[in-house]
């Protein structure tokens, strides 16, 4: 077998690796019982949006789980899925909405897979309100040291080995998951512009109990005054009464469109990011973000659940705008007390190393009850930031300033992003 270059989402981590694709439960335990008698490491593989190392290996083999793919509704049980390793989000909603169901968790892509999911425990926008992916899981079956495939239920210690345990618990095959009954296929969104960071997070702490799921885009170019103005978008299920029971619950609502105003093929906007991906066509991006959403005021309206959450998928391989060398992402999660002064602190520093991350997203979380929880009650900015030859050693640095800033403000980086070493300096 010939080896493939295997990358993390942002492109600037990856391994020379030879790649296995099991396309079955008894080909993947086949798999993974002849790569360990030949004492061969061995990392699992998702879809791949991990965006730094996780899914990579270095020095031994990938198995790459996403061929196990049945998702089956268990009968009896609404809302209860049995689902393979590689089912995606976007398999469940696909499945699910027409039924009636949504997942209680989903990140910011649909392009995840369960085992990714359980491994990192993802969060969503509503992490606050209702925990992490894992909350939601109700057994899991793994292939346990000895090669056998068990179920392991959410009671049993051993869940804990797997949930936010980047697969060194073994392999998950399946997962036993709860999706929430939703009556219409809608959010009642409100978007509008908050001026600075302070007042930005006293609104999403404000917000915690009237709405289900809260985000803000913050733009990270101003200085002083307006250092973390924001764009905020807040939402609610949309319930029956309002509309029609059932509206909305159906794919083509949910779809999202290849194109822009029913014209522009989406692939331009891809183009069209590429050619803004540097440091002054950025501030002009995150500049129009907040002007036009300042300008249209407080908005409400109605969307479909899918085009609320999966934003960044309307764009077809938008991070090809950070090629060649790829970007970082880097999660901050502070304690809701030191939130202000930390994030403030992580914007500053971008402007005195000169450089401001290009996409900023800041959202609330409570403490997870899991062994490898990561989420303190409190709040996490995501950073984004471009490699290029001339600044990679200065981000590199940047980088080392926040893990600084995060372990003195009793915080924790989210391993799933980490693409500089961040999370293994955290427990050194
Ligand atoms: C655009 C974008 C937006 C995102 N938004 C969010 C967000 O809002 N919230 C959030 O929490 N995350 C978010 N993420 C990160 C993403 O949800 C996680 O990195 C997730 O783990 C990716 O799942 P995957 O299937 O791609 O797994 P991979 O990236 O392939 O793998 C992730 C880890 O899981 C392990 N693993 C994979 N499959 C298995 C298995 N079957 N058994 C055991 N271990 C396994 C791998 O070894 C690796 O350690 C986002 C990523 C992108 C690209």
């Not at 794919?251 to 891809?270: D, M, W």
């Not at 479909?304 to 705008?321: G, S, Y």
């Not at 490699?387 to 989210?414: N, P």
């Amino acid at each position: 077998m010939s080896p493939d270059l295997v990358s993390g989402f942002g492109l600037y981590n990856f391994s020379i690796s030879e790649v296995h694709t099991p396309s079955s439960v008894e080909e993947a335990q086949a798999c993974v019982a002849r790569l360990r008698k030949e004492g061969t490491p061995v990392t699992l593989r998702g879809a791949g949006r991990s965006y730094g190392p996780v899914a990579t290996c270095p020095r031994g083999a990938v198995v790459d789980l996403t061929k196990l793919r049945e998702l089956t509704f268990l009968e009896g049980k609404p809302g209860r899925v049995r689902a393979q390793a590689g089912v995606m989000i976007a398999d469940l909603w696909r499945q699910g909405v027409p039924k009636g169901f949504w997942p209680h968790v989903v990140p910011g892509t649909m392009f995840v897979s369960m085992g990714g999911a359980v491994a990192a425990n993802i969060h969503g926008k509503n992490h606050y309100k209702r925990g992490s992916f894992a909350e939601h899981v109700e057994s899991l079956l793994v292939l346990d040291e000895a090669g056998e495939a068990v179920r392991i239920a959410r009671t049993d210690p051993r869940f804990h080995d797997h949930v936010a345990g980047y697969g060194a618990g073994g392999p998950i095959l399946e997962i036993e998951l709860d999706l929430k009954p939703v009556e219409t296929g809608y959010f009642d969104v409100e978007g509008f512009t908050l001026g600075d960071l302070k007042t930005t997070l006293d609104c999403i702490e404000e917000g915690k109990e009237k709405w289900e799921y809260q985000v803000a885009w913050i733009d990270c170019y101003p200085r002083g005054g307006n250092l973390g103005r924001s764009a905020v978008h807040v939402a609610n299920h949309t319930p029956a009464g309002d509309i029609p029971k059932g509206k909305g619950l159906d794919l083509a609502t949910q779809e999202v469109p290849s194109t822009v105003a029913g014209v522009i093929p989406k692939s331009f906007l891809a183009s069209g990011l590429t050619m803004a991906t540097f440091d002054l066509g950025m501030k002009a991006v995150n500049y129009a973000k907040y002007l036009v959403a300042k300008v249209a005021g407080r908005v409400v309206y109605r969307q479909p659940l899918v085009h609320f959450n999966f934003l960044l998928d309307a764009i077809p391989d938008w991070r090809r705008a950070y090629r060649p060398m790829g970007f970082i992402q880097y999660q901050l999660f502070v304690p809701r007390e030191n939130a202000l002064a930390v994030f403030t602190e992580a914007i500053r520093l971008q402007h005195r190393f000169g450089m401001p991350s290009y996409l900023g997203v800041l959202k609330r979380h409570r403490k997870d009850r899991f062994r490898n929880a990561y989420t303190p009650e409190g709040y996490s900015l995501a950073l984004d930031f471009p490699v290029t030859r001339s600044k990679a050693a200065a981000l590199i640095q940047l980088c080392r300033r926040y893990d600084a800033l995060v372990s003195e403000a009793g915080g924790s980086v989210y391993r799933a992003k980490d693409c500089v070493g961040s999370f293994e300096r955290s427990k050194a």
